[in-house]
């Protein structure tokens, strides 16, 4: 993974056009799969789409996970820094007049079948193509009346952050690896005694080290069951050896079993419920 430095997070910026855009909308493809987008915010609103991998968008309180199939909007002059782990993504821009944004805060959104299908569309479109054509004008003018709709489909895929140097590194390994992160590799990761490290922990987000990697991990498998992961498959892959332990947890948090919620998700983006 490629790890980018503020300087070289607004030379990208630069080099992609996307520190000082023009225009009511225009869509973006980072060529990049694997790379790490230090702190940074757009002029733009933007709208990301996770069209495989998994992708953590991080603000001053909170980490927000996007999974595959799912969006996220970011408005604009949100400062946020952005982790992309063999990911693929689709970004649509938007002027800050063309969308109102009461809420003013990283979103994670229900991707309707319409919204991925539009998204994709637009990809033909990038900022100096969409400027001239007057089909791309009219098609992202439709688009930011639709995200009034769209911004109301959140999910609840985020965590406290942190702002401790150690803290975040650590943070950083779990959610590479939230089935495989043990304290060890977090203390190593945060060059921290373990009790530094559990008293820092507990200020910086106000849970426990455990806690949190608990939770991390629920919110990975509610991203993978709404893609259409099978229960069993998805507790073993965020680390639960134990289906039972698994469906215990994943109740706590979200307040519903994962077959349900698996069941109500799909039901309701238009997925299969098999």
Not at 253 to 261: I, N, T, V, W
């Amino acid at each position: 993974m490629r790890t980018l430095d503020q300087p070289a997070t607004r030379t990208a910026l630069e080099d992609y056009g996307l520190a000082h855009p023009s225009g009511r909308g225009f869509s973006f493809r980072d060529p990049e799969r694997a790379i790490s987008y230090d702190w940074h915010d757009h002029p733009y609103h933007q709208l990301i789409y996770a069209v495989a991998g998994t992708i953590q968008i991080e603000t001053d309180g909170a980490r927000h996970l996007l999974p595959t199939g799912r969006a996220a909007w970011i408005p604009a002059g949100q400062r946020h820094r952005t982790l992309v782990h063999d990911v693929d993504t689709a970004s649509l821009y938007f002027a800050p007049d063309a969308i109102a944004d009461d809420g003013g805060r990283v979103r994670i959104l229900v991707a309707s079948p319409v919204m991925r299908e539009m998204i994709l569309h637009a990809l033909r479109w990038p900022q100096d193509v969409a400027e001239r054509d007057p089909v791309a004008r009219s098609f992202f003018e439709t688009l930011a009346l639709m995200c009034g709709e769209w911004l109301e489909s959140e999910l609840p895929l985020s965590l406290p952050g942190a702002r401790h140097p150690g803290i975040v590194r650590a943070m950083d390994l779990a959610v590479v690896d939230p089935a495989g992160i043990d304290l060890p590799a977090a203390l190593a990761a945060a060059a921290m005694s373990e009790r530094s490290f559990r008293r820092a922990f507990s200020r910086e987000t106000g849970m426990g080290w455990q806690a949190w990697v608990a939770q991390l991990r629920i919110l990975r498998a509610m991203g993978m069951l709404a893609d259409g992961g099978r229960v069993t498959d998805v507790a073993a892959e965020v680390g639960y050896a134990s289906l039972s332990a698994f469906a215990k947890a994943f109740a706590q948090l979200a307040g519903e079993g994962p077959a349900d919620y698996r069941s109500r998700v799909r039901g309701r983006t238009g997925g299969d419920r098999g």
